[in-house]
């Protein structure tokens, strides 16, 4: 006999639970979903564009490998000497503190 939809769903969630997949719901306003598709598009000439997802899961990996690069340089903080990033100091409030000042240097700008 075969599976139902809801026995079908339960199959792909059990799939994807084993796999570590996770199911994101992405909210995005008309002016960010216009670039995101132009973008799709533009990084793809002359091809299929690239899919919603698969251009999401790709800015993600090389938004961490920027991170991971950013914290080689940023290294550690000026004051207790601990490997950045540093999420509490016995230093804070102090100007040569990561925790102060030097997490900026990893923050998303536009």
């Known amino acids: 006999m075969p599976k139902s939809p809801a026995e079908r769903k339960a199959d792909q969630r059990a799939r994807q639970a084993a796999t570590g997949t996770r199911k994101l719901e992405l909210q995005l306003d008309q002016q960010e979903l216009v670039m995101l598709e132009q973008n799709c598009a533009a990084r793809r000439p ?65």
């Open 46 to 110: 002359g091809r299929e564009p690239y899919e919603l997802n698969e251009y999401v899961a790709m800015l993600i990996r090389r938004d961490n490998a920027e991170l991971q690069h950013l914290l080689k340089i940023v290294g550690h903080c000026g004051k207790c000497g601990d490997k950045a990033p540093v999420t509490s100091c016995p230093c804070v409030g102090e100007v040569a503190c990561w925790v102060t000042s030097g997490w900026q240097a990893l923050k998303l700008t536009v």
